[in-house]
T-cell receptor, first 116, second 110 residues
């Protein structure tokens, strides 16, 4: 299995531009999570989905952030417009259904976002 | 407020020098406590899950233990390849949400 696949690995953009991060979870996993990691705040949960449905988006910083999961094998995190304070590493993670190692998260390699 | 606190922030060890990392938590309801390892430029990698006070798990030179208020990750005779950031995380009682601590950066010198 290829694991959780994120793209791009690095993204450099200018303030005000739209940024779209992509994630392909592990096949068979039904939960998907978007995390953001910075030196100041560590790993923060932004949003998570169960069976493609958003369950908890309380960590999404503001309306500039949106996430979708149109099917079980793909999710996007969009920032529009981007700001320098959005610079961070964004991780996607997925897990099996509860009761089958369901709480064990498998992380992708992350997208390093730099907003100039 | 739910909090997960790790100490120390950074730890330097000589190869073979055993030590422990601490993770203390104050949460309204705990369903499980997780330890992850993170190498530079990579996502966190799962190590252990602990579900109840008194539980212990071992993997090579690592042993994780859990009490009602904290968890320890004991590293016995570490090697340079154990150098990484170690993260603990708490699974809240309701939902499927993991709350992470800030991590401990471990450096093991040969």
């Amino acid at each position: 299995d290829a694991g959780v696949i994120q793209s791009p690995r690095h993204e450099v953009t200018e303030m005000g531009q739209e940024v779209t991060l992509r994630c392909k979870p592990i096949s068979g996993h039904n939960s998907l999570f978007w995390y953001r990691q910075t030196m100041m705040r560590g790993l923060e949960l932004l949003i998570y989905f169960n069976n493609n449905v958003p369950i908890d988006d309380s960590g999404m910083p503001e309306d500039r952030f949106s996430a979708k999961m149109p099917n079980a094998s793909f999710s996007t995190l969009k920032i529009q417009p981007s700001e320098p304070r959005d610079s961070a590493v964004y991780f996607c993670a997925s897990s099996f259904p509860p009761g089958n190692e369901g709480e064990k998260l498998f992380f992708g390699s992350g997208t390093q976002l730099s907003v100039l | 407020e739910d909090q997960v606190t790790q100490s120390p922030e950074a730890l330097r060890l000589q190869e073979g020098e055993s030590s422990s990392l601490n993770c203390s938590y104050t949460v309204s309801g705990l369903r499980g406590l997780f330890w992850y390892r993170q190498d530079p430029g990579k996502g966190p990698e799962f190590l252990f899950t602990l579900y109840s006070a008194g539980e212990e798990k071992e993997k090579e030179r690592l042993k994780a233990t859990l009490t009602k208020k904290e968890s320890f990750l004991h590293i016995t005779a570490p090697k340079p390849e154990d150098s990484a950031t170690y993260l603990c995380a708490v699974l809240m009682e309701y939902g499927n949400k993991l709350v992470f601590g800030a991590g401990t950066i471990l450096r093991v010198k040969s």
